[in-house]
Nanobody
Framework: QVQLVESGGGLVQAGASLRLSCAAS??????MGWFRQAPGKEREFVAA??????????YSADFAKGRFTISRDNAKNTVFLQMTSLKPEDTAVYYC??????????????????WGQGTQVTVSS
């Protein structure tokens, strides 16, 4: 049975850092990513990491560049999202997503077949 279990969310003040983790079990994935959904808004792409011919390639949304870093521990089948300089607008439920098959648009949430339950991140001003 495939499972993605997120952890690491919480309540922090603006400017703080958090590290989210997503532990996968049941199989290994070509692509793992993070999406987030704020109240009243659509789920949006945050970052993703893909195994490409011997190494990982990373992709980030514009708002994440320079502040968020995605990484993966392949031995533990776990992906991380290190978030720094957090802002109140980063408040959202953060979801881990994963996919086995290759697909081009890494930001397209509809291409991911596997999802975690989400972890709340709240940033106070």
């Amino acid at each position: 049975q495939v499972q993605l279990v997120e952890s690491g969310g919480g309540l922090v003040q603006a400017g703080a850092s958090l590290r989210l983790s997503c532990a996968a079990s049941g199989r290994t994935f070509l692509t793992m990513g993070w999406f987030r959904q704020a109240p009243g808004k659509e789920r949006e792409f945050v970052a993703a990491i893909r195994w490409t011919g011997g190494s990982d390639s990373t992709y980030s949304a514009d708002f994440a560049k320079g502040r968020f870093t995605i990484s993966r521990d392949n031995a533990k089948n776990t992906v991380f999202l290190q978030m720094t300089s957090l802002k109140p607008e980063d408040t959202a439920v953060y979801y881990c997503a994963a996919e086995v098959k290759f697909f081009r648009d890494i930001t397209n949430l509809n291409k991911y077949d596997y999802w975690g339950q989400g972890t709340q991140v709240t940033v106070s001003s």
